[in-house]
């Protein structure tokens, strides 16, 4: 019998998280599920904990949900430990999209000085849950899907020094979902294969006899078929000219950095009109909690789909399931490179396709990349390394570095000033600076 521990229980995304773990019931025998939060999120986590224990009640199994804002209670025996919280709650999110778009950056949770300073916030945390796993529940899992995913997860490894941590992102998921119908195909057809970074990888696709078929996918996507983008990201098109000679399936993300001009352009036009993404989400959040008040609602609502994070359970609920029952099943994850990316250290953390069983992810082979995409990414992956040695640090000088070689970052006396300000605007949860 298998025990999760959820630390961000209280997230409107559990009750997916929830629905995955029904759906695999028969190979993954969960027991109970621990649901952890904080004072500030107490109440979130009752409403969403009860709506939970319901989805379950309604279920032909027999898991018990228990709530607490005592993480240390939780712990004790825990097999898997998943990780979505979010340090300072939306409000902080705000102030990490607002404060670089006033000053005409861009203003993003998991991208530029925004996403610098999620890592700045969160990583302090996640060290401290693994300093707890040590003592409590040595031998678990930690599945993190807490942003930024990637750099998060890394920590865990570098600092943490923790090798039995999964990062996941739910973007893989959705073009894996939406693609193989572009080209009149079903995902058991194809072959999928990923490299990069969390939010900044890439893929190709390969038929069941072996032959490429990315560009036909590429192709289709500007005949307007949906490959998939998640729901928070404005769709610019890629220029089709650099797809066509890269002749790989960028991420959705990648639009940050490939169509700089017109992502700032579109996002401080939402700055100045009707808010930017943490505001809209606010509003889809409480029309959710209102929908898991109802003590007859028992099942996921439509209205999560408006987050940008949808089906992430499906990357989660499976790779639990295919470590607990040594699936090797394939799911693109936040791992050790291992030589998969050779552009890359073999100890650098890399998203990438992988082989998920009972000793965790193995890094599947994807090989050099092209100068344009070796360039960024080995940029990308650096500047991951400062974010990650500041975080823990605290150093003032690291920490510029990082704003300094983001792309998303213009340098100059600006750039310090955002950084001052963001410092002193998340000073309650950055006790390293
Ligand atoms: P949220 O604002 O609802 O936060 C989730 C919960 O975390 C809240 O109830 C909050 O009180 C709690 N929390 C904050 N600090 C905590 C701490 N120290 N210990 C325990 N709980 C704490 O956030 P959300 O929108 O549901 O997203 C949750 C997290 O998951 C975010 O970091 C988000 O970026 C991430 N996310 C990632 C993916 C992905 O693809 N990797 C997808 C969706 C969401
Ligand atoms: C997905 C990402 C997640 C991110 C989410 C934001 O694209 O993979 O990592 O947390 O979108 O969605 P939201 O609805 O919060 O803007
Ligand atoms: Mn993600």
Redesign the pocket.
């Known amino acids: 019998p298998v025990k999760i521990v959820t ?7 559990t009750p997916e998280l929830m629905e995955g773990f029904i759906k695999r019931y028969d190979e993954l025998p969960i027991k109970e599920i621990w649901l ?3 004072e ?2 107490k109440e ?2 009752e409403i969403v904990g009860a709506m939970a224990q319901r989805m379950w009640d309604a279920s032909p199994y027999d898991v018990k949900v228990h709530l607490t804002l005592d ?1 240390r209670e939780a712990l004790p025996g825990a097999d898997f430990v998943t990780t ?7 409000n902080a ?1 705000v102030k990490d999209e607002r404060i670089p778009f006033s000053y005409g950056m861009l203003g993003q ?2 991208n530029g000085a925004g996403g610098i300073f ?1 890592a700045f916030r ?1 990583i302090p ?1 996640i060290l401290s849950i693994v300093e707890d796993m040590k003592e409590l529940c040595p031998d678990a899992w930690l599945i993190n ?3 930024p ?1 990637g750099m998060v997860t890394e920590a865990v490894m570098k600092y943490g020094k923790w090798d039995k941590v999964i990062g ?4 893989p998921v959705g073009a894996m979902m939406k693609e193989p119908e572009t080209i009149g195909k079903t995902l058991d057809q194809l072959t999928y294969k990923f490299a990069g970074l ?1 939010h900044f990888h890439w893929h190709k696709v390969f038929d069941e006899h072996g032959n490429e078929v990315t560009q036909q996918i590429i192709d289709a996507m500007y005949e307007g078929k949906d490959g998939g983008i998640p729901a928070n990201i404005h769709d610019i098109p890629f220029f089709k000219e650099q797809l066509d000679t890269m002749q790989m399936i960028p991420c959705g993300y990648h639009r940050y950095y490939y169509r700089q001009e017109e992502m700032l352009k579109h996002g401080l036009e939402e700055y100045n009109t009707i808010g930017t993404r943490a505001q809209q ?1 606010k509003q889809t ?1 409480e029309e959710l909690f209102e929908l898991y008040k109802n003590p007859d609602l028992d099942h996921k609502p439509e209205q999560l789909a408006k ?3 949808a089906h ?1 359970s499906d990357a989660a609920c499976e790779t639990i399931a295919s470590i607990y029952a040594n699936k090797n099943t394939h799911i693109v994850v936040t791992t050790r490179n291992n030589g998969a990316v050779p552009d890359l250290p073999v100890e650098a953390a890399v998203e990438v396709s992988s082989f998920i069983g009972a000793t965790g992810a193995r890094a599947i082979a994807f090989g050099p990349l092209q100068p344009a995409e070796r360039g960024w990414l080995q940029c990308m992956k650096n500047m991951e390394w400062c974010v990650e040695e500041a975080a823990v640090t605290g150093d003032y000088g690291k920490a510029l570095q990082a704003f300094i070689l983001n792309p998303q970052i213009p340098s100059g006396a600006t750039a310090k000033r955002v950084l001052d300000e963001l410092l002193l605007a998340h000073k309650k949860y950055l006790p390293q600076f």
């Open positions: 630390i961000g229980g209280g997230s409107s995304y952890v939060d904080i500030d999120g979130k986590l993480r979505q919280f979010r340090v300072g709650l939306l999110r949770e998991t999620k969160t945390v899907f807490t942003n995913s996941l992102c739910n973007v969390n989400v959040e987050r940008g994070g992430y």
